[in-house]
Structure formats: C-alpha cells, structure tokens
C-alpha cells in the first residue's frame, strides 16, 4: 500500500528473540506419610500463572505458532476457543455491551508528554512506548469503572520479513504495518514509511491509538465475541467481512477518541499532530487495499473523527451501526 502507515501496511520492526513468558509453578503434595506415598502414589497439583506484567519488549520471536493466523490488518485476537479461556471479567457482547450503551463516558481530557519523533527505530520505539502509557491512563479508569479487567499491553518491535505471535507467523507487507494479538501489540519500523511520511507524528499516533483501540475490545470481549462472529460465518463470507469492518471501525473510533481528548490539554498533542491524523485517514480503506475487511476510505475516516469529535464511547457502537456507515 503507498498510503501513510496503518494497521493496513507492511511493517518491520528491530527486536531480538521474544523471552518466554514467566510462569510460576505450584506444586502441592498431598500425603500421609511417607509409607503411604509409597504406598498410594504422590497426588500433584501444578497451577501456573502467567505474568501479565510484561512491559514492552524488543524482540524478534523465534517459533512458529500453529494456532490459527489473526487478520493481519483487520488483527485483533482471535477467539479464546472455550470459555474458560476468557479473561475473568470479560463480557462476551457486541452492541449490547456495557462499555457501549449510551451514556455520556469518554476518555478524560488530559496531557500526554511524548518525546520528539524522530525517523530512526530507537525514536519511534520511545514514542510508542511513551504513547501507550498515555493509552493506559486513558482507557485504564473507563474500563474498571464498567468493572472490566485491565492490564497493559506487551509491545513488540519485530524485524525481518516476518514475525511470530500467538495468531500465528505474520509476514511484513502491504497488510500488516502494525498488529495485535491477545495482548500483544507488534510495531514493526520499516511498516511505518517514514521515507515517504517523514515527520508526521500525529499519523503514528494514530496509527499506535487504532491498535490499542484493539486492546480495549479484548479486555471488554468484544473482540472475542467478533471473532466467534467471524469464524462461526466464514472469513471469507459476507457477514464475517462485514463484522471484521465493525471491529475495525470500532478501533477507528476509539483512535479518535484518543486523540480528541487530549489534543492542546498542556502536553505533546499539537493541533498540527491532530490535523495530520484527521487528514491522513481519508488515505486509509478497503478502496486502497482491495480488501474487504476495514471499510471503504470514506468511512474509515468517518469513524475516526465520529470518536475525534464527540469523545463518547457510546457512539462507537460500530455494532448497531446501519450497514451502509460499515461498508
């Protein structure tokens, strides 16, 4: 894609080998003595518990997964397979969703201190980093306030041709200049064109605050209730693209949102940075991509300046939208 970056272009990242996650083992003995042990066997109970405290990692992963691939640029998790592997809080919905009936809830106005941008790799990992603790301030008190659960994303800096996440191997290209999967948010360096784009923070901004628009709908459940949508249809069918546009343009919103709210608030948000950011989505779509999973140009932008604008989570409700606006 010849657009400026989006969850919808290649990307590459710089990173190392992605560690493997913390678990803690637990191992409890239940037994009399030592006669018996040896008598009826050692019962063992082994329990692990995943460290979701990671913060951002710069590393290339190793292994291939084979669970099944995400979308790319429609990204997002898939969907936990039962429901016991749905996060504890989680509310499996889609336009009847809590954090989306109507209420006036938005994110706070607020300052948000980014450094410079600068195009090399180790300026734009600090302002992404640096942009997803504003994210986190902001979406943080909203969804615990719906008694959602809330941790921070893990971030990623990928290099090379492809990468590995828990949706699957990812190749870099045209369709993936940014990515999520169940927590993870992957941002690879050459993806963001910063040849052509050059100085454009707002652009990347965005950009950082669409994906994470994707964490929201995971920690919610919207986004494992979408992808049981989408596979129960087909990927491929027309009311699985159709609910693939619906997530998507959620996200859209809830990028708007952000950057609305904190826009000339005291920190690093410039007006300029918005306008770069308003503009720049009227490149984005399926009319530039040729797919058929995040909606026409027209409303892909509309979507983002709905959330830009208004800055109420209720009007985000992509869900319950008419099918026209998801086109």
């Not at 041709?161 to 941002?187: H, M, N, P, W």
């Not at 990347?204 to 920690?219: D, F, P, R, S, T």
Request: charged share 15%; with cysteine; hydrophobic share 35%.
């Amino acid at each position: 894609m010849t657009q400026p970056p989006q969850e919808q272009r290649s990307s590459q990242h710089t990173s190392a080998p992605k560690p493997s996650r913390v678990h803690l083992v637990a191992v409890v003995v239940t037994c009399a003595a030592v006669i018996t042990l040896l008598a009826t066997g050692v019962a063992v109970t082994i329990a692990s518990l995943e460290d979701g405290d990671a913060p951002d990692i710069t590393a290339q992963q190793q292994s291939v997964q084979n669970n099944p691939p995400g979308q790319g640029a429609a990204a997002g998790a898939r969907p936990q397979t039962t429901a016991t592997g749905a996060m504890s809080g989680k509310v499996l919905e889609l336009g009847n969703h809590p954090l989306l009936q109507p209420s006036n809830v938005g994110l706070p106005n607020r300052a948000c201190g980014l450094p410079p941008w600068d195009n090399t790799e180790t300026a734009a990992r600090d302002f992404f980093r640096a942009a997803t603790d504003c994210l986190n301030r902001a979406w943080a008190p909203v969804l615990r306030s719906h008694n959602l659960p809330f941790t921070p994303p893990r971030l990623y800096f990928p290099a090379g041709q492809s990468f590995d996440t828990d949706c699957g191997r990812i190749k870099v290209g045209l369709a993936t200049a940014s990515y999520y999967c169940e927590g993870e948010l992957f941002l690879p360096f050459q993806g963001l064109q910063v040849e052509q784009y050059e100085n454009t923070p707002g652009v990347y901004l965005a950009l950082v605050a669409h994906e994470y628009g994707h964490h929201v709908q995971e920690l919610a459940g919207i986004m494992d209730a979408a992808w049981r949508k989408i596979y129960t249809a087909g990927e491929s069918s027309a009311v699985g693209q159709e609910m693939s546009r619906r997530k998507e343009l959620q996200a859209q919103c809830f990028s708007g949102m952000f950057l609305g709210s904190h826009v000339e608030r005291g920190g690093s948000i410039t007006r300029a940075m918005y306008d770069q950011a308003w503009h720049d989505q009227e490149t984005r779509g399926d009319d530039t991509s040729g797919g058929h999973q995040h909606g026409t140009n027209e409303n892909y932008a509309m979507w983002w300046r709905v959330g830009a604008l208004d800055n109420r989570i209720a009007d985000c409700n992509t869900f319950t939208a008419d099918a026209a606006s998801v086109r």
